[in-house]
């Protein structure tokens, strides 16, 4: 049973109101590496992202969770800049990667993009091989040196735990791959270039069980090195694997916390709601 | 229960659906027949099309029997049947037949005639003949009737007489003569090749080169007057090398002539089936056989023969006989060209549109309006190349670049050329590029962008790198549209460049060896010009099928390529996931 209050806020937020939301104190970090400012997002006339404040802590995993239409996808893709793509996006409001502003009019947003790597919900490998796909945010960037770019490719392979399944077949078609082995190709692909902020926008989706199982123990592993925001719609993942988790609705952000604390002791009701299943 | 019979009810119909072997009109679907009328009509038609043009190219070049008819007069006629038909009687043609025969015929009365191809058209005047059967007394298949194809007037259809080789006594005996004839044959088409050789390409290179002495001495006086120093000392050196010239083709005119009393001595006499002699120096026979004594495997090589001929020789007897060698050279050219113009400003403009422009109303305007110039009528563009291309372009090139030869009223550039039939013909294919290449492009998924994007490359390396790749079996597939398209065009070339006789092909081995300032000859207008200009367009037939045949198996091929490509192109770009 969803309780009344939840309800209540929940329909209120669906009627168009602002909700203030519940940010922990843990999540008020001094020199995060992400920091989002009053963000808003506009799809022509339609508004997607309400005033969204949060920041991402360095080296940690931060979970973006809500029911689908929450925005959390758009959040993401904004912190890159990829809804620069979309003709009828507009924005407000700012983001900063580690203090400099992402929507500074000067920012150059070929330089931005490629400070950060992005995973997809569906696995989307280039039509080339294993070896080219990995190295590709290097050849775009001009580096020719074989030896640097086979190393490159090691690294990332192993990172991305791929490396002794692939490392026969580096020059086949990386279109030849299992589902699962196209997604760590692309995490492999995403980590190439080092970058500060690894983005996953729901990353296993698309994945079985044990697929799923090797992703995770991988953003485990990358833990640390690099900093993780991912959008998921699996509460166990998100408890499983996050450090901090954020729950979104409708455009809002309605809390934001470490993770064991949202997902077993909750400030907000509807939040508590919305991880234990009752509803979304 | 009631609801146990409505299940059984509804089964017993789905399965009355299946039935393979019901009855069309049983299974109520009466657009069926009107929609699988059409398809059935249509590839009808098709293949109606397709195997007459197969049968008739196929077989036009299979040795006919040379048969010898005797008419109620007496003459006899002989040649190949070319076809039949029937003709009714009446008053007209009752008055037309010898008055022996008249009573034989009644009004009304089906009469068969056959079209006799008698050929021998410089001592007849005429290569046809109709033989009706009211008038036929016998048909004799002789086995000594020679078919010879000459380089001129034609083929002709008789019995050999002598053969005379040199000041030697005339050979008589019909075996003799046969073996005579194939055996000096070759000896003479090496002679004579070699003095065509002589004609064609040392002396019109002379002549070439006293041809851009005189033109420069031209510019001079046009740029420095009549009267000027310049003028005066370019003329003397033209002078110079004109003398040179004309020494140098008086000894090559006396190497001709000594080859010409090489292969004049040796002359055929021969007998048309009325009795009439001609002689026939061996110089001008391009082929000699006796049809009727042929063996099977003899025909196949004569076949085989004259297929090699029409795809390698020049034209002879108003392009009616001989070969195709320079269409099919022009129409290979003129597609390339094109291609190197089209593809790339096609592809260009097409990336344009679905990768940079914003949608919006003015993009679907300028789409509407790129597919409705693919349904342009092509002769609109005729106009348009001749027009912008041939006179303003090309004489505005002439102008500056050739003016000697514009002085003397021969324009360079501007008049119709395979480079501005090509170009012609790439403003004709660019809405079909630029279609197929969006289609491509759009098929590219997205995901594939947003990943190159999210590793920061830009948009040019993400469609260099990634898109282009991925579209390129599409790409191909217009391009190869295009091709075909453009290979098979008549109207517009015949504005822009298309001749039906082009002296020299605009590829070979002297100069800059390409010449996009040359006419050209097209398979296309070829058929056109044999079918509908020729003036002997009976003799002409066989031409005009093979001539299709051709052209169609080229088109064909194309597209074959085209599926070939694009397979093997989509197994590696695009390939399964999963």
Known sequence: MITDSAVNRLAAIAA???????????????????????????????????????????????????????????????????????????????????????????????????????????????????????????????????????????????????WDEVKDRLHENALGMSGGQQQRLCIARAIAADPEVLLMDEPCSALDPIATGKIEELMAELKGQYTIL????????????????????LGQLIEYGPTATIFTNPQLQETQEYVTGRFG | MSDNRTEHVLNKKER?????????????????????????????????????????GGTSFWPQPV????????????????????????????????????????????????????????????????????????????PTATVIERLSWGRFIGTPISLQIQEEEPITDPTAIMEGVDEHLAGIHDVLERRI???????????????????????????????????VEALAAYQVIKEHCVEESASVLAQIENLKKETAPYTLRMATASGQEADIPLEEIVRIYQ????????????????????????????????????????????????????????????????????????????????????????????VFGLGFFCTTIGGGLDNWLFPAEVSEGRPVLGKGTILWASATLALLTVPVVIVATEEALRAVPNSMREGSYGCGASKWQTIWRIVMPRALPGIMTGMILAMARGAGEVAPLMLVGAVKLAPELPIDMHGTFIHPERSFMHLGFHIYDLGLQSQNSEAAKPMVFTT???????????????????KRLARRFVGGTF
């Open chain 1, 230 to 249: 991912i959008v998921t719609h699996n509460m166990q993942q998100a408890a499983r694997s996050s450090d901090y988790t954020a729950f979104m609705y």
């Open chain 2, 16 to 56: 009355f659906h299946l039935l393979p072997g019901l009855p069309l009109i049983a299974r109520n679907e009466p657009m069926l027949w009107l929609t699988g009328g059409a398809l059935v009509l249509s590839l009808a038609l098709i293949v109606l099309l397709l195997s007459y043009i197969f049968y008739q």
């Open chain 2, 67 to 142: 048969e010898a008819y005797v008419v109620h007069d007496g003459s006899t006629i002989m040649g190949e049947q070319a076809r039949e038909d029937t003709i009714e009687v009446d008053e007209t043609y009752r008055s037309q037949l010898p008055e022996a025969l008249r009573a034989g015929v009644t009004d009304g009365e089906e009469v068969e005639r056959m079209l006799i191809r008698t050929a021998n058209f410089d001592v007849t005047n005429t290569h046809f003949h109709w033989v009706d059967t009211t008038e036929l007394v016998s048909v004799s298949v002789p």
């Open chain 2, 197 to 231: 050789h002589l004609e064609k390409a040392t002396l019109g290179e002379i002549r070439a080169h006293e041809e851009s002495a005189r033109l420069e001495s031209v510019e001079v006086r046009l740029e420095h007057g009549e009267e000027s120093q310049h003028y």
């Open chain 1, 16 to 162: 168009g109101e602002m909700c203030t939301p519940a940010v922990h104190e843990e999540c008020h970090f001094d020199a995060p590496i992400v920091d989002i400012e009053k963000f808003n997002l506009y799809y022509g006339a339609k508004r997607a992202l309400f005033d969204i404040s949060m920041s991402i802590p360095k080296g940690q995993i931060t979970a973006l969770v809500g029911p689908s239409g929450c925005g959390k996808s758009t959040l993401l893709r904004s912190v890159n800049r990829l809804n620069d793509l979309i003709d009828i996006v507009r924005i407000e409001g700012g983001m900063k990667l580690n203090g400099e502003n992402i929507y500074d009019p000067a920012v150059d947003v070929i330089e931005l993009r490629k400070r950060m790597g992005m995973v997809f919900q569906k696995s989307n490998p280039f039509p080339m091989s294993i070896f080219e796909n990995v190295v590709y945010p290097l050849r775009i960037v001009g580096i020719r040196d074989k030896t640097v770019l086979e190393e490159t490719c090691e690294r990332s392979l192993r990172g991305a735990a791929l």
């Open chain 2, 291 to 382: 049809p009727n004594a042929l063996s099977f495997m003899d025909k196949l090589g004569l076949y085989g023969a004259r297929w090699m001929e029409f795809l390698f020789d020049d034209p002879r007897e108003a392009n009616s006989e001989g070969g195709v060698w320079p269409a099919i050279i022009g129409t290979v050219m003129m597609t390339m060209i094109m291609t190197i113009f089209v593809v790339p400003f096609g592809v260009m403009a097409s990336l344009y549109l679905s990768e940079y422009a914003k949608s919006g109303g003015l993009m679907s305007i300028i789409r509407i309006a790129i597919n409705n110039l693919a349904g342009v009528p092509s002769i609109v563009f005729g």
């Open chain 2, 548 to 566: 299709t045949l051709l052209l169609i198996s080229i088109v064909v091929s194309l597209n074959l390529i085209a599926i070939w490509m694009r």
